[in-house]
Antibody
Framework: VQLAESGGGLVQPGGSLRLSCAAS????????MTWVRQAPGKGLEWVAN????????YYVDSVKGRFTISRDNAKNLLYLQMNSLRVEDTAVYFC?????????????WGQGTLVTVSS | QSVLTQPPSASGTPGQRVTISCSGS????????VNWYRQLPGTAPKLLIY???QRPSGVPDRFSGSKSGTSASLAISGLQSEDEADYYC?????????FGGGTKLTVL
């Protein structure tokens, strides 16, 4: 299993950014996927989940209406469109696939991409 | 303030057994399974335990998990220097994922 995030960078407050996560080594179209973030020096925070076919999506309250999770199963790509970015969105963003063996658990993780929101 | 509560720090000497606790509520640990992750500085978290007490392939049996009511624990036996890391518990809560604040384990 390999997951590789990209698209991070420096953006001003109120700006937008789209993160991508390229998946390989597993049947991407059969797995729920998730985004988890980690602010500098802080703990892990779940951001969003998406069902294998994209028909169900869940978000943490702090990003609802601003972030959109999506996927392209034909290209094995997961996305996170981030709009109206705030300073408090500054974090390393990880993508992960959710395990198949019952319950919710991010299984394999990418290396993360850093998003910095600052003026 | 994290939804799941973990002690901020723990310590032990090589060879010792240490446990890390994770306290939640009826909407998360009380009704869903618990997972544990280890994170070394500058790296991605790694899954250690899923579904309360299941180890992914490749995780040594020195690591074990348990759950009772609204609390869970991670036990590490035969502590090694490379176990020095941050440890996080996680669970599903109604319609959101939740993590503990993390426990920094120091091997003395």
């Amino acid at each position: 299993v390999q997951l590789a995030e990209s698209g991070g960078g420096l953006v001003q407050p109120g700006g937008s950014l789209r993160l991508s996560c390229a998946a390989s080594g597993f049947r991407f179209s059969s797995y729920w996927m998730t985004w988890v973030r980690q602010a500098p020096g802080k703990g892990l925070e779940w951001v969003a989940n998406i069902k294998h076919d994209g028909s169900e999506k869940y978000y943490v309250d702090s990003v609802k209406g601003r972030f959109t999770i999506s996927r392209d199963n034909a290209k094995n790509l997961l996305y996170l469109q981030m709009n109206s970015l705030r300073v408090e969105d500054t974090a390393v963003y990880f993508c992960a696939n959710l395990g198949h063996s019952g319950g919710w658990y991010p299984d394999s993780w990418g290396q993360g991409t850093l998003v910095t929101v600052s003026s | 303030q994290s939804v799941l509560t973990q002690p901020p720090s723990a310590s032990g000497t090589p060879g010792q057994r240490v446990t890390i606790s994770c306290s939640g509520s009826s909407s998360n640990i009380g009704s869903n399974t618990v997972n544990w992750y280890r994170q070394l500085p500058g790296t991605a978290p790694k899954l250690l335990i899923y579904s309360n007490n299941q180890r992914p392939s490749g995780v040594p049996d020195r690591f074990s998990g348990s759950k009772s009511g609204t609390s869970a624990s991670l036990a590490i036996s035969g502590l090694q220097s490379e176990d020095e890391a941050d440890y996080y518990c996680a669970a599903w809560d109604d319609s959101r994922g939740v993590f503990g604040g993390g426990t920094k384990l120091t091997v003395l």
